[in-house]
Antibody
Framework: QVQLLESGPGLVKPSGTLSLTCTIS?????????WSWVRQPPGKGLEWIGK???????NYNPSLKSRATISIDKSKNSFSLTLSSVTAADTAVYFC?????????????WGQGTLVTVSS | EIVLTQSPGTLSLSPGERATLSCRAS???????LAWYQQKAGQAPRLLIY???SRATGIPDRFSASGSGTDFTLTISRLEPEDFAVYYC?????????FGQGTKVEIK
């Protein structure tokens, strides 16, 4: 059973860069799955940020205006999210998730989520 | 971008009652690539339904779903106490992937 665990700073200053890592256990980042990030502002709904495949192919939500970058680290069996030029609007619980397979990215597997607050 | 609109925003029901949740897409969702999730406070979403109508592993058969094109429905036949939560639909047929804004099922 694959397990995902998000990690990273819980507090980021405005205009700074948010960096999170999702560590995979019970599975491989090299498997035939997309690896995604989804966020949820406090009290609000879910927003898809983007995804990466082990080949390095990525796809992002245009609403983030190119501020998001997702990368893979095969040596650490993990993938990461960086979000630049953050504002208070980026305060959210950030989840990592694994797609069912390459062709169908609904999400049977989720991390527990990590709260990131943007504040000075 | 495919916008998903869920209704109602809140559903107030009693245990044992039937819940019917709607998810309407701004354009047709290809291949019925629509999923439903349940989320409880402080937890990650839990996959209930994929492919518009297929139950995920371990999901009780009181959860059923249907629909195609732009109109989708999630039905909980008889609400159990653990079913009171927020439910989201998600489409994975278009880019970017999008979620509905959620329907809260609360105890009446």
């Amino acid at each position: 059973q694959v397990q995902l665990l998000e990690s990273g700073p819980g507090l980021v200053k405005p205009s700074g860069t948010l960096s999170l890592t999702c560590t995979i256990s019970g599975g491989s980042v090299g498997s035939s799955n997309w690896w995604s990030w989804v966020r949820q502002p406090p009290g609000k709904g879910l927003e898809w940020i983007g995804k990466i495949y082990h080949s390095g192919n990525t796809n992002y939500n245009p609403s983030l205006k190119s501020r998001a970058t997702i990368s893979i680290d095969k040596s650490k069996n993990s993938f990461s999210l960086t979000l630049s030029s953050v504002t208070a609007a980026d305060t959210a619980v950030y989840f990592c998730a694994r797609s069912y397979d390459f062709w169908t990215d609904y999400y049977p597997n989720w991390g527990q989520g990590t709260l990131v607050t943007v504040s000075s | 971008e495919i916008v998903l609109t869920q209704s109602p925003g809140t559903l107030s029901l009693s245990p044992g009652e039937r819940a019917t949740l709607s998810c309407r897409a701004s354009q047709s969702v290809s291949s019925s690539y629509l999923a439903w999730y349940q989320q409880k406070a402080g937890q990650a979403p839990r996959l209930l339904i994929y492919g518009a109508s297929s139950r995920a592993t371990g999901i009780p058969d009181r959860f059923s779903a249907s629909g195609s094109g732009t109109d989708f429905t999630l039905t909980i036949s008889r609400l159990e106490p653990e079913d009171f939560a927020v439910y989201y639909c998600q489409q994975y047929g278009g880019s970017p992937r999008t979620f509905g804004q959620g329907t809260k099922v609360e105890i009446k």
